[in-house]
């Protein structure tokens, strides 16, 4: 029997029950993207990505100077003498370990609560880091990406995170700066003799018995300057022990210090007082607030390292204001403006030891 009056309703019905089937249009903003990292491994990530986790160190300085907003905490609480040099809103983040390098302390529990969107690395893009980012990918289904963490590096890398976080503007200024801080120093550099080019002993840690060999990330700021290092004759490598009697076979013209009791201790120490840096007041402490200038991690941290270090070096060529150039540093890529007083502090240690 035909019953007219109710096919319209059980037509909606059906219409409406197909309708449901139907997964809805997926739109461009929430498409999923297929990026190339600095490793040449191919990551699906979110076209929105409003949460990043920094695996180690450098990753979480570029991740700050990029896009602060975006962080969900830190690798290492910022020590109180750093917080000065850091935005506010960031400060309190919570801190939950490093996945990567020496001393890693993150486990994966925890990097799922803290909910990323992203995880990324900057450093060396190495099979063992190429190893850890698909293993934690794996494990964690984060989307992980390894970048190139080498000076020459950045402006690409800035470019590249800044379309895929949503701020290519701003990455667009800080790549520049990049790029001006490293051609001008280029440039610069191939105007000095070589004779006039000193050869430099890095000394990290208390007894400043560490050091980088050739080849060593941590080193790339004495040969963005022309500086010889070396340690460079011991072989090639990351960073290693040496000997007193190493160094004092090197005798170098100039002693970059990385720690201040190594710094304070140097000039002092009845040994070291016979290397020629030692006896010319050629010892310089590297500043370290928020970040190392030259090290301590090897990050976006070193642009204002290698403009410091060339004034030092070199004076006639860089006569540059460096107050200003350092007051114009924190402020593009720390977000703050520093004080007279900061600067003091800042510079100070970059005079010789006495």
Same mark, same amino acid.
């Given at each position: 029997?035909?019953?007219?009056?109710?096919?319209?309703? *059980?037509?909606?019905?059906?219409?409406?029950?197909l309708a449901l089937l139907v997964?809805?249009?997926?739109?461009?903003?929430?498409?999923?993207?297929?990026?190339?990292? @600095?490793?040449?491994?191919?990551?699906?990530? +979110?076209?929105?990505? $409003?949460?990043?986790?920094?695996?180690?160190?450098?990753? $979480?300085?570029?991740?700050?100077?990029?896009?602060?907003?975006?962080?969900? #905490?830190?690798?290492?609480?910022?020590?109180?003498?750093?917080?000065?040099?850091?935005?506010?809103s960031v400060r309190g983040l919570?801190?939950?370990?490093?996945?990567?390098?020496?001393?890693?302390?993150?486990?994966?529990? @925890?990097?799922?609560?803290?909910? +990323?969107?992203?995880?990324?690395?900057?450093?060396?893009?190495?099979?063992?880091?190429?190893?850890?980012? @698909?293993?934690?990918?794996?494990?964690?289904?984060?989307?992980?990406?390894?970048?190139?963490?080498?000076?020459? $590096?950045?402006?690409?890398?800035?470019?590249?995170?800044?379309?895929?976080?949503? /701020?290519?503007?701003?990455?667009?200024?800080?790549?520049? !700066?990049?790029?001006?801080?490293?051609?001008?120093?280029?440039?610069?550099?191939?105007?000095?003799?070589?004779?006039?080019?000193?050869? *430099?002993?890095?000394?990290? #840690?208390?007894?400043?018995?560490?050091?980088?060999?050739?080849?060593?990330?941590?080193?790339?700021?004495?040969?963005?300057?022309?500086?010889?290092?070396?340690?460079?004759?011991?072989?090639?490598?990351?960073?290693?022990?040496?000997?007193?009697?190493?160094?004092?076979?090197?005798?170098?013209?100039?002693?970059?210090?990385?720690?201040?009791?190594?710094?304070?201790?140097?000039?002092?120490?009845?040994?070291?007082?016979? /290397?020629?840096?030692?006896?010319?007041?050629?010892?310089?402490?590297?500043?370290?607030?928020?970040?190392?200038?030259?090290?301590?991690?090897? #990050?976006?941290?070193?642009?204002?390292?290698?403009?410091?270090?060339? @004034?030092?070096?070199?004076?006639?060529?860089?006569?540059?204001?460096?107050?200003?150039?350092?007051?114009?540093?924190?402020?593009?890529? !720390?977000? /703050?403006?520093?004080?007279?007083?900061?600067?003091?502090?800042?510079?100070?240690?970059?005079?010789?030891?006495?």
């Amino acid at each position: 029997m035909h019953h007219p009056r109710i096919a319209g309703p *059980v037509a909606c019905i059906c219409l409406l029950a197909l309708a449901l089937l139907v997964p809805p249009p997926v739109r461009a903003q929430d498409a999923a993207r297929t990026v190339t990292d @600095s490793a040449g491994r191919r990551v699906e990530i +979110p076209h929105k990505i $409003s949460r990043v986790l920094a695996a180690g160190p450098p990753a $979480s300085i570029l991740l700050y100077t990029l896009t602060p907003e975006q962080m969900i #905490g830190w690798i290492r609480t910022p020590r109180p003498s750093e917080m000065p040099f850091l935005l506010e809103s960031v400060r309190g983040l919570p801190e939950y370990g490093r996945l990567t390098g020496r001393g890693g302390t993150a486990n994966l529990e @925890s990097v799922l609560r803290f909910k +990323p969107d992203l995880i990324i690395d900057s450093g060396s893009t190495n099979a063992t880091y190429v190893s850890l980012a @698909s293993n934690v990918q794996e494990q964690t289904k984060i989307p992980y990406l390894l970048l190139d963490g080498r000076l020459e $590096s950045t402006p690409a890398v800035y470019r590249l995170l800044g379309e895929l976080l949503g /701020v290519p503007e701003r990455a667009e200024k800080l790549a520049r !700066y990049a790029e001006e801080t490293l051609g001008g120093l280029k440039s610069r550099v191939a105007t000095i003799p070589e004779h006039e080019r000193p050869r *430099v002993y890095y000394g990290r #840690g208390p007894n400043g018995l560490e050091t980088g060999l050739a080849g060593s990330i941590n080193m790339e700021v004495l040969d963005k300057v022309g500086a010889t290092n070396v340690a460079a004759t011991a072989g090639t490598g990351g960073i290693t022990k040496v000997s007193i009697e190493q160094v004092l076979a090197w005798n170098p013209d100039v002693i970059l210090a990385l720690d201040p009791a190594f710094y304070r201790a140097v000039v002092a120490d009845p040994v070291w007082v016979s /290397v020629k840096a030692v006896r010319d007041k050629r010892t310089y402490l590297a500043p370290n607030l928020p970040y190392g200038w030259s090290d301590a991690p090897p #990050g976006v941290n070193r642009l204002i390292g290698v403009r410091w270090l060339m @004034s030092l070096l070199y004076p006639r060529q860089f006569p540059d204001d460096l107050r200003g150039v350092t007051r114009d540093f924190y402020k593009r890529f !720390y977000h /703050v403006d520093v004080t007279e007083l900061q600067l003091d502090a800042l510079l100070a240690s970059a005079t010789p030891a006495k």
